[in-house]
């Protein structure tokens, strides 16, 4: 590692800069609106209804950053950033932004949260309505699709036949893992809101036959039983320790004898400064959740051996919440 200079100190305490001015921009939806077709400051006022001077000074900064191209006193979101960032576009993150403009207020806690005194998270973005929810899903759909194949071929789930995914959202890595191994069925278990987008992205996948849709709450609820391999996909970073015992515990009874688990998400090194995204998303943990962080390989173990299972081994490491564990229940 090299030493920190100057520089490195000032561009970590300025950071936040770009990212204010561009989560601004899509807390105004300009990227939709700039979308079809150049407009000028007055156009863009009228839309949204805005303070000419600051409007002026935010469109001129996004132009500087190359989020939207500036001709003749007009503005225009170019394609290759409207395709992610205009609300209208099929792979827009839009919602995602959205999210991460509701958690910079969050963030902006984390010195008192760590000196111990309570912050009220009221004020941060929040998904309201089914809408919202459906955008938001769509747009982790969307970042999900290109590492899905790859996972589900590190996980070889050709031995196989039923696969449980836990908390399987809009069904992205079951739509991967039935793509992979066209003898395995499926079932899906999410909260009841999330099961009817599911069941419209599996129909359009045409693996809906091949797939069980159950609602539920795995927190509550016993999840359904019969299945050899149980996929739990970016969940145990919301959870303490005891919400994954407890967790693994309801995987384990939902297997069959020899069934498998198998948990992708970040697994930090023992000083927990590896991966650098692991160590960050536990700040993301500790403002947004009441006991969730990043674990290390060791306490998923451990975990997973109070809850019964046995074999348990780090399938792959990872740097993008891409690390893999699996176990074997006797």
Known sequence: MRPIDLQDVLDLARGFMESRVFLSAAELDLFTLLTPAPLSIREVEDR?????RGLTILLDALSAMGLLEKREEAYQCSPSVSRFLSANAPDSVFPMVLHMAGLWRRWSGLTSIVRGIPVSNKGTASLRNVAELRAFIGAMDVIAKPLAPRIVADVHPGPSRHLLDVGGASGTYTIAFLQAAPEVKATLFDKPEVIEIARQRLAKAGVLDR???????FYRDQLPPGND????????????????????????????????VVIRDHVMDPDRTRPKEGALFAVNMLVSTAGGRTYTYDEIKGWLEQAGFIKVRLLQKGEHMDALVEAFKP
Do not use: E
């Not at 797939?211 to 709450?217: C, E, F, K, R």
């Not at 919400?243 to 498998?260: H, I």
């Open 229 to 260: 391999l149980a996929f739990l996909s970016a969940i145990i970073h919301q959870n303490s320790a005891d919400q994954n015992v407890s967790l693994f515990r309801n995987v384990f009874r939902s297997l069959d004898r020899g069934g498998r």
């Open 48 to 52: 949204i209804g805005a303070d000419s």
């Open 211 to 217: 797939v069980t849709l159950v609602p539920g709450d």
